[in-house]
């Protein structure tokens, strides 16, 4: 489903990504590792439009997304979440949810005017669907809070529910467990597991290793922008290559 060809990006003439390639295919949980500063968040900046590469090509689902903007890129099938978890804070947790949704019928000047009915009918639909989301996360009772009142472990099961109303076939979660307790991490885990069932996949960056042997099919370990190693968390973990990286 996804193809990353050559991606090359520099800062400053500081090498963030290099000849970084690999496919993934449908239905995939892929974890990507690797020390501070190893190209990991980058990587996710240049596939969801936030930064332009030096060279590369993208390909999702069969077509080119390279050159395509941060919104286009949502619409095509990928959502993400960051490590800072962008929520608009100041607004309830169903209307993050409601936002998160890719058909947005009443910001349509003429829907507004001609097809009252209908939005509103879309926007009670989308209602249903973002309860029937929340409580899926286990989080439903905090529908109406403010997103700034709930705990940090709740804005993270939050973020990734806003990734699932995008209805994205591919999830790119950046540490989606760090900082929570036990019990919040096991609701996360639930979640990304049960994603290859709903016909998603998932790429996720974490530093807890036994995460991300219990739910990653693959692992790439990434160092200095470049990919080190690939296959199974066993295999990438007793790789003399990996072994050197961490210490060095």
């Given at each position: 489903m996804l193809k990353v060809s050559n991606l090359n990006k520099n800062f400053n003439?500081?090498?963030?990504?290099?000849?970084?390639?690999?496919?993934?295919?449908?239905?995939?949980?892929?974890?990507?590792?690797?020390?501070?500063?190893?190209?990991?968040?980058?990587?996710?900046?240049?596939?969801?439009?936030?930064?332009?590469?030096?060279?590369?090509?993208?390909?999702?689902?069969?077509?080119?997304?390279t050159n395509l903007s941060s919104h286009k890129i949502v619409s095509s099938g990928i959502s993400r979440t960051f490590q800072?978890?962008?929520?608009?804070?100041?607004?309830?947790?169903?209307?993050?949810?409601?936002?998160?949704?890719?058909?947005?019928?009443?910001?349509?000047?003429?829907?507004?005017?001609?097809?009252?009915?209908?939005?509103?009918?879309?926007?009670?639909?989308?209602?249903?669907?973002?309860?029937?989301?929340?409580?899926?996360?286990?989080?439903?009772?905090?529908?109406?809070?403010?997103?700034?009142?709930?705990?940090?472990?709740?804005?993270?099961?939050l973020s990734i529910t806003c990734c699932l109303a995008a209805d994205a076939k591919l999830l790119l979660l950046d540490e989606p467990i760090a900082g929570i307790n036990p019990e919040m991490r096991e609701k996360i885990l639930r979640i990304i597991s049960e994603l290859p069932s709903k016909g998603k996949s998932a790429i996720i960056i974490e530093h807890d290793m036994d995460f991300i042997e219990r739910i990653c099919d693959r692992v790439i370990f990434m160092d200095m922008g470049e990919k080190i190693s690939e296959g199974t968390s066993e295999e990438v973990r007793n790789d003399p290559k990996v072994i050197e990286a961490y210490l060095e």
């Open positions: 003439g500081v090498t963030a990504l290099k000849e970084f390639s690999f496919e993934m295919k449908e239905n995939e949980i892929l974890g990507m590792i690797g020390p501070n500063g190893a190209g990991k968040t980058t990587f996710f900046n240049v596939l969801s439009g936030f930064i332009k590469p030096e060279s590369d090509k993208l390909e999702f689902l069969g077509k080119d997304i800072d978890l962008r929520l608009i804070r100041q607004i309830s947790v169903i209307d993050n949810v409601l936002l998160s949704f890719n058909h947005q019928t009443g910001e349509n000047f003429y829907n507004i005017l001609f097809k009252q009915k209908s939005w509103q009918e879309t926007e009670e639909l989308d209602k249903h669907k973002a309860l029937k989301l929340l409580e899926y996360a286990g989080i439903k009772d905090k529908a109406f809070d403010l997103a700034n009142d709930l705990s940090y472990g709740q804005q993270k099961l």
